[in-house]
């Protein structure tokens, strides 16, 4: 990694980074920097949308764990082939009801695991709690 590279990726993971910055960055051919832009807490949603259309999926599970990730965004990463991305969105404790239970469906073992623990982690307990 030469001098400007090591400076983009440093940018990338920068919460204090503008985000006009993150935007640019965001269309690196280096996928280390695009990936740590996924990352970065203070990525806006416009940049985290780009991202989510990623060829590479370890970019686009990163943007399925964000935190700040739309509902919308998140609902139709579950849609998406790769694996990874499905199961960061089955163990996302902000993921819709509907959204978990058919990842409950999924065809992968893990994925369909990891949706109904997070389901009986994060819902059934808040039910309960209710109760």
């Known amino acids: 990694m ?5 400076i ?9 980074t503008p985000p006009n910055v993150l935007e640019q960055l965001a269309m690196d051919k280096d996928k280390r920097v695009r990936l740590h832009i996924a990352e970065n807490i203070n990525t806006p949603q416009a940049v985290l949308e780009r991202l989510a259309d990623d060829l590479d999926s370890e970019v686009v599970a990163a943007v399925a764990s964000h935190p700040s ?11 998406h082939d790769n694996i990874g991305v499905r199961y960061e969105i089955a163990q996302n404790p ?5 959204v978990l239970f058919m990842l409950v469906e999924d065809e992968n ?4 695991e990891r949706a109904l ?15």
Do not use: H, M, Q
């Not at 509902?71 to 849609?79: G, I, K, Q, T």
């Not at 902000?94 to 509907?98: G, M, W």
């Open 69 to 79: 990730i739309s509902r919308d965004l998140r609902s139709a990463l579950v849609l």
């Open 109 to 112: 073992a893990y994925v369909k």
């Open 2 to 6: 030469n001098s400007i590279e090591r």
């Open 8 to 16: 983009d990726y440093l940018l990338a993971g920068n919460p204090n």
């Open 117 to 131: 623990e997070t389901i009986r982690k994060f819902w059934v307990n808040e039910f309960c709690a209710n109760l």
């Open 94 to 98: 902000l993921a819709r009801a509907s």
